[in-house]
């Protein structure tokens, strides 16, 4: 089965820019979404596809992909954005299977 | 609104079986998938299944297979997500989430699961 990796923590100043990056040869065919997940809290689909942002979200968030690298880019970071931010993909080795990376903790500063 | 609420709380003995259940509402249910995705304590989100509302069809992670069991009831829009033989490693958060394209749109609130001796 595929894996994808994230690095399990990122800060970021206030207002500054951040990317988080997913890895993974699954990537390569299908599209990272990415979700948000806030302590105690269901996760929350942040983006999708090449680049599309479920109603709600803020346009300060956008996703982008290369080769086997998925990256979740949040410009002008605020204080509400620290969470645990999870990508996902579909498994290469099954027609439903999905895969989780292992999740970035996201802290502002 | 799209909302999915999910049954209560449980408290399992090592070796018994949880049903957990995910009650859909604002949407047509037999248009989308179901997908259900579990966390143990202080980890990541693990997917541990798929099944379509449409037609009954599974996919399972291989990690699960032959533990899970997956349905759903047309009749009043609700899946179920059946886990046997439980273990410690089991306890986790239980999430349910509707499957649009390929990704998780709209998720449950959660279940806790805890498997204890």
């Known amino acids: 089965s595929s894996e994808l990796t994230q690095d399990p923590a990122v800060s970021v100043a206030l207002g500054q820019t951040v990317r988080i990056t997913c890895q993974g040869d699954s990537l390569r065919s299908y599209y990272a979404s990415w979700y948000q997940q806030k302590p105690g809290q269901a996760p929350v689909l942040v983006i999708y596809?090449?680049?599309n942002r479920p109603s709600g979200i803020p346009d300060r968030f956008s996703g982008s992909s290369s080769g086997s690298t998925a990256s979740l880019t949040i410009t002008g970071a605020q204080a509400e954005d620290e969470a645990d931010y999870y990508c996902n993909s579909r498994d290469t080795s099954g027609n439903y299977r999905v895969v989780f990376g292992g999740g970035t903790k996201l802290t502002v500063l | 609104q799209v909302q999915l609420v999910q049954s209560g709380a449980e408290v399992k003995k090592p070796g018994a079986s949880v049903k957990v259940s995910c009650k859909t509402s604002g949407y047509t249910f037999t248009s989308y998938g179901i997908s259900w995705v579990r966390q143990a304590p202080g980890q990541g989100l693990e997917w541990m299944g798929w099944?379509?509302?449409?037609?009954?069809?599974?996919d399972f992670a291989q990690t699960l297979q032959g533990r899970v069991t997956m349905t759903t009831d047309t009749s009043t829009s609700t899946a179920y997500m059946d886990l046997r033989s439980l273990r410690s490693d089991d306890t986790a958060v239980y999430y349910c989430?509707?499957?649009?394209?390929?990704?998780?749109?709209?998720w449950g609130q959660g279940t806790q699961v805890t498997v204890s001796s």
């Open positions: 099944i379509s509302a449409y037609n009954g069809n599974t």
């Open positions: 596809g090449k680049n």
């Open positions: 989430a509707r499957e649009s394209g390929y990704q998780f749109d709209y």
